[in-house]
């Protein structure tokens, strides 16, 4: 089946996948940076964890670092392992997903 579509539409898809990654994780920034400094919850990644404990800019430095990063190498690589890339995109978008779902699940209860 994908060998009917050409390539340039093909890579224009690993590409919006990635665009909709970076959404995810500034969606996942700004409601962690909600949660935590009104006092609710607490960074559930220890990693983050840690950066948080020292910093809020450290934090969203830290944050923005590291995902950046990864989707950079995801993108680099976007031609040479375009099925494992493609597979990445698809999972980390759906783990980001959950979590923002998670956010919005929390915040019904503040409103409600």
Known sequence: MQGNVPKKIRMKKIVNLAYVLTVLIFIDLTATLFWVHGGLATEANPAMAFFFKH??????????GFSFT?????????????????????????????????????MLFLVF
Do not use: D, P, Q, T
């Open 70 to 106: 990864g989707i950079y190498i995801l993108y680099f690589f976007r031609e040479r392992f375009r099925k494992i890339i493609r597979i990445a995109l698809l999972s980390l978008n759906f783990v980001y997903v959950i979590i923002c779902l998670y956010h919005l699940w929390g």
């Open 55 to 64: 910093s809020s800019i450290l934090f969203v430095l830290a944050k923005l």
